[in-house]
């Protein structure tokens, strides 16, 4: 049917089909290898449920698509409120778009916003998180509160190459646990770690390249993302650099087995708040630990998979399964301490992938015993890919 002929509820029902995804989260990790993280688009989905704030509600309009050449302008932007926090939590921003060309497209953007920030969402997607947070009491994100403005400019380069550069004035707040619910009630919520009050100035800088295909099969394909965040320069509270630096690459070794890595590094000058830190441990980063056990200023992360596609448990039934075998490996150091062997924290474990790797099921065993990190075998459902 044209669209000039469809009913509203057929217009409803094409947006929520094209459009559910980013409302929850579902599309992170899924859509790129680094959807999850970026340096300007930092709003949560509008739908989400967590310790701080609870149930969340709101609706957004997506930033200008940046290889489209037909969309030259936008206002974007989200508007939720917070149940537990009694809050509201907005972004508004404005685009427009200087270079059209599809591979080599530039815009430049401004935007406003009071958002409960994690620096882990890296590590799985907010889908993920808000279920484990209904059903069973977990949430494996940290958070603060930021509030003020943004300017930046994003440009797309050939090769899937896209640089990102800016500056943000923002104001940071602590939170701190605000709801205990969850439907099955397995465990308690963790506290939310305070962060530091203060003004943030900085400016940030991204490069982001590379390709990885069929992400929801069997992946190929490398990509990096360096990114800094730099606030020594520009005055207010915070006089700290941040850095960050993740490569991964999935390996065809036959037709049927892929050899996924990832190597991930971090370093923030010693005077870095804690939101400003880097954590290891748990869900999206080292299995078997608790989650974000390990905090400090320096990081090391490393992770393999070998995937296998198409084993069977029976010719009738599971007959097309995804067997991974997992290997986590990771170190979080403070100013003036250096990597030791002894310090690095190891886990190894298996997965059982369904549907084209939508649904997994991964169990997980520490290689070292440290009862300060609530090292312990772990088995957890997943829905999100751990890279």
Do not use: C
Not at 71 to 97: C, M, N, P
Not at 182 to 211: E, K, T, Y
Not at 212 to 219: A, E, F, S, T
């Amino acid at each position: 049917m044209p669209a000039s002929e469809e009913t509203p509820w057929g217009r409803t029902e094409s947006y929520v089909g094209d459009h559910a995804g980013d409302y929850v989260g579902t599309t992170e990790g899924w859509t790129s290898p680094f959807g999850q993280a970026s340096a300007v688009y930092r709003a949560p989905p509008p739908l989400r449920y967590n310790r701080v704030e609870g149930l969340v509600l709101g609706l957004r309009r997506s930033p200008l698509s940046l290889r489209d050449p037909d969309d030259t302008a936008r206002i974007y932007g989200q508007l939720g409120y917070a149940f537990a926090l009694g809050d509201l939590r907005y972004t508004i921003g404005v685009e427009s778009k200087l270079i059209r060309d599809e591979e080599t497209g530039l815009k430049l953007g401004a935007s406003y916003e009071k958002q409960t920030r994690t620096p882990d969402r890296w590590k799985t997607s907010y889908a993920e998180n808000s279920l484990g947070g209904i059903g069973l009491g977990y949430d494996f994100f940290d958070y603060y509160e930021g509030e003020g403005l943004s300017v930046y400019a994003v440009q797309a380069l050939p090769a899937t190459f896209r640089l990102t550069a800016g500056f943000r004035a923002e104001e940071h707040r602590p939170l701190s646990q605000n709801t205990g619910w969850s439907l099955f009630d397995a465990a308690p919520f963790r506290p939310n770690p305070a962060a530091d009050a203060g003004r943030l100035q900085a400016g940030l800088i991204a490069l982001v390249g590379g390709r990885i295909r069929d992400r929801d099969g069997l992946p190929t394909g490398m990509a990096f993302r360096a990114a800094a965040t730099i606030g020594t320069a520009f005055g207010g509270d915070f006089q700290a650099n941040r850095y960050e630096v993740d490569g991964r690459a999935f390996l065809s070794l036959s037709a049927d087995t892929r050899l996924g890595l990832r190597l991930r590094g971090g370093y923030a000058t010693g005077n870095a708040p804690p939101q400003q830190q880097f954590t290891l441990g748990g869900i999206g980063s080292i299995r078997s630990y608790d989650q974000n056990a390990l905090r400090g200023t320096r990081m090391l992360l490393g992770n393999v998979e070998y995937i296998v596609d198409g084993a069977t448990l029976d010719d009738d039934f599971l007959d097309d399964l995804f067997l991974v075998g997992l290997f986590d490996a990771g170190w979080v150091g403070q100013p003036g301490t250096r990597l030791r062997t002894e310090d690095v924290l190891p886990s190894a474990g298996v997965g059982i992938g369904l549907d084209e790797r939508d649904v997994r099921l991964d169990v997980s065993w520490p290689l070292r015993s440290v009862p300060a990190t609530g090292s312990r075998p772990s088995i957890w459902l997943r829905i999100t890919p751990n890279f």
